[in-house]
């Protein structure tokens, strides 16, 4: 069984259809890239997994679970995290106050420093600018934030929307390190990019999306390697 199973999806948008059907899987342990151009339906497909949107048709299996049954606000109990596009941090909260609101679903007191202290070796930076509100923050600091509070709630896999947008190259690099080492540690990750190239450069596999269709799939070395690939997408 796959951790993570999509089948015939579909999404509306009023009467607009955004996804026409896509089926793809994650299985756990994975870094599976979503790649596609602006508007092609990677930001719906994670917001539909994760319960934000309602699909249409289709199913979404998490661990053997139906989601597209389950109010969005219980998935994250069920292992399953996401930072949003954009970062969505809460402006007027301190970094800590941000990081802690994170693990909202854990009880356990302990458990949750021992992740604060995980996150902030991860993020260094994070730690040093704790007291400070989350809003002043750098968009590199803010995505850093965003993806620390995802991994404050312990998950099993969690689901990135364009973490290298609007990054400066130097933060773009740090970023897909650390997806790197979060992947090393033992979390599964579904990343949602425009930057293929850097998205398939950490993959296992990657699906591409167009106008709310899987065009292709495969692993993430042959398509870094595929003439309309690299034509249409890595700008070679
Ligand atoms: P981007 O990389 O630009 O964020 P994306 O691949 O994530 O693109 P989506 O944001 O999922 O694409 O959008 C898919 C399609 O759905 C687009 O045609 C978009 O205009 C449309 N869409 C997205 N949100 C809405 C909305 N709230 N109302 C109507 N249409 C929407």
Do not use: C
């Not at 996804?19 to 092609?40: D, R, T």
């Not at 048709?57 to 930072?83: D, N, R, Y």
């Amino acid at each position: 069984m796959s951790m993570l199973e999509v089948k015939n999806l579909e999404v509306y948008y009023g009467v607009i259809q955004a996804i026409k059907g896509i089926s793809f899987h994650v299985e756990e342990g994975e870094v599976i890239a979503l790649i596609g151009a602006n508007g092609a339906g990677k930001t719906t497909t994670l917001q539909t997994i994760t319960g934000m949107l309602n699909a249409k048709a289709g199913s979404i299996q998490f661990e053997g679970t139906e989601l597209t049954k389950i109010p969005g606000h219980k998935i994250v109990s069920m292992g399953m995290a996401h930072v949003p596009e954009g970062r969505r941090v809460f402006a007027q909260l301190s970094v800590l106050e941000n990081l802690k609101l994170g693990a909202y679903t854990r009880k356990d007191k302990t458990e949750i420093e021992e992740s604060l202290k995980r996150v902030y070796k991860s993020f260094p930076r994070l730690e040093e600018r704790k007291n400070q509100l989350a809003g002043t923050l750098s968009g590199g600091e803010q995505q850093m934030l965003a993806m620390g509070r995802a991994l404050m709630s312990k998950p099993r896999i969690v689901l990135m929307d364009e973490p290298s947008m609007g990054l400066s190259p130097i933060f773009v690099e740090e970023i897909f390190n650390i997806i790197k080492e979060i992947s090393a540690e033992g979390t599964t990750v579904l990343l949602v990019e425009q930057n293929a190239k850097k998205a398939l450069s950490i993959a296992d596999r990657a699906y591409v999306l167009e106008t709310g269709k899987i065009v292709l799939e495969g692993d993430a070395k042959d398509l870094l390697n595929d003439e309309s690939i690299k034509k249409a997408y890595l700008g070679e």
